[in-house]
Every structure is written in structure tokens, then in C-alpha cells.
């Protein structure tokens, strides 16, 4: 039994060390990251007044180029042109309402 209790206390230092490291590293993370890390998608706002065109898209950098997000339920308070926002969104079975622009629905929402 005693060597059991030897043993733990010689092995604490290490896994408490290990431990404080990979909560440094957390710390040392960007808010970008952590963003990404939890799901979000980066986007810009982008409203639009012209005719057949949707009223508010998103625009998103992707690896392929740009491509935009029709959001059917984005609450009034966002449709900022230029406004950066965090949101994880699901994608919609129906029509498009504008050429450019897939139909989604917005689950979670976040301004830089």
C-alpha cells in the first residue's frame, strides 16, 4: 500500500504540469479559433436593393472562392451592410428566392 501512495505522489507533479500546459496552450488560441472550434462560420452582411436579387445575403470566404447564404430568418438588427457576424446555420429543401444565394436558416448568431 505504501508504495501505491509513493507512487501518486511522485506522478502528481507530472500530470498537474502536463495539465497547466494544455490550459496555457487553450489560453494562447485566437478568438477566431475558438469560433471555429465551436462550430461557427465566418460572414459579412451584405444588403442589397437591386431588383431579382435577394434583400440580405451573406457573404462567405470560402476555399473555392466567395459564395453567399440567402438567411430567411436573420432578425432586422443585422441587415447591416458590412456587418461581421459568427453563425451556425442549417440548410433549407426549397427554392431559391435569388440566383446567387442557397436558402438557409440561422441557428445561432454573433457580431465580432
Not at 33 to 48: C, P
Not at 86 to 99: A, T
Request: net charge positive; charged share 25%.
Amino acid at each position: 500500500m505504501k508504495k501505491i501512495n509513493v507512487l501518486l505522489l511522485l506522478l502528481f507533479p507530472i500530470i498537474s504540469c502536463n495539465t497547466i500546459d494544455k490550459a496555457a496552450f487553450a489560453d494562447n488560441k485566437t478568438d477566431e479559433q475558438v469560433m471555429i472550434m465551436k462550430g461557427y462560420l465566418a460572414g459579412e452582411v451584405s444588403v442589397s436593393k437591386k431588383e431579382g436579387d435577394c434583400p440580405v445575403t451573406i457573404k462567405i470566404p470560402g476555399k473555392n472562392g466567395i459564395y453567399y447564404l440567402d438567411p430567411i430568418n436573420l432578425e432586422e438588427k443585422y441587415h447591416i451592410n458590412g456587418l461581421n457576424v459568427w453563425f451556425k446555420y442549417g440548410g433549407l429543401r426549397r427554392m431559391n428566392r435569388c440566383q446567387k444565394a442557397n436558402p438557409v436558416t440561422i441557428n445561432e448568431i454573433v457580431t465580432d
